[in-house]
């Protein structure tokens, strides 16, 4: 894999810093990637589904069909823990 030092970012944080100006330029890939590394957290980046899902939309509007079944996922899933909350605050 690529080996990222010396900017004195983390890992990950150089990553996303690299996939988001591929992402600026039109990359669907690097969109995609953005996404999955905010849906799983790596390194000392925890997850951050609202995060993912901005990045996966954004490499779904490219064409990046995947994106748009992983961000419709991660709305379902929050719109299913929003409803468990809510009916748990009622009970």
Do not use: C
Not at 14 to 33: C, D, H, P, T
Not at 49 to 55: P, T
Not at 63 to 82: F, K, Y
């Amino acid at each position: 894999g690529l080996h990222f030092s010396g900017s004195g970012l983390s890992a990950v944080h150089e990553k996303i810093r690299w996939y988001q100006k591929a992402a600026s330029l039109g990359s669907a890939v690097a969109a995609q990637n953005l996404g999955m590394v905010y849906h799983t957290g790596e390194g000392d980046l925890a997850p951050d589904s609202d995060a993912a899902i901005e990045w996966f939309e954004i490499a779904a509007d490219r064409g990046a069909v995947e994106s748009a079944h992983a961000a419709g996922s991660l709305l379902l899933d929050q719109a299913m823990d929003a409803r468990d909350t809510d009916a748990e605050a009622a009970e």
